[in-house]
């Protein structure tokens, strides 16, 4: 009979960028977060890799996995780049591939900063 213990895996805390629109105005701070986001998702080709690494079966993809899109491959890496940097995917490298990961907290935090609206 073994001492260990396993331990129960804990979903990380859903950080929002901002709070709701309709609880208070946005610091210059959180606004500027917040654009950043927004704009990466206003190109029709960073929303459409969004949603298809958002969509893929196991929550990531690899970017040999979403390279038809509609534009070459270099012009998706350049996408997938930015939606990186603006705080909406994680990727780690494995080998010569890239995979792409949407933050749960992200999509969550985003939801909850627009669900109080209407």
Excluded at 60 to 75: H, K, L, R, W, Y
Excluded at 78 to 89: N, P
Excluded at 105 to 117: E, F, I, K, R, Y
């Amino acid at each position: 009979m073994s001492n260990v213990k396993a331990l129960p895996l804990l979903e990380p805390a859903v950080e929002p960028c901002c709070p709701p629109l309709t609880e208070r105005p946005l610091t210059a701070d959180e606004a500027v977060r917040t654009a950043a986001m927004f704009k990466a998702l206003g190109d029709p080709v960073r929303l459409r890799l969004f949603s298809l690494v958002a969509s893929h079966e196991g929550g990531e993809a690899c970017v040999c996995d979403i390279s038809d899109v509609g534009v070459s491959q270099p012009t998706v890496s350049h996408h997938l780049k930015k939606l990186k940097e603006a705080g909406l995917l994680a990727s780690e490298r494995r080998g010569t591939w890239v995979y792409y990961r949407v933050e749960p907290s992200v999509v969550a935090a985003m939801g909850q900063m627009l669900g109080t609206m209407g």
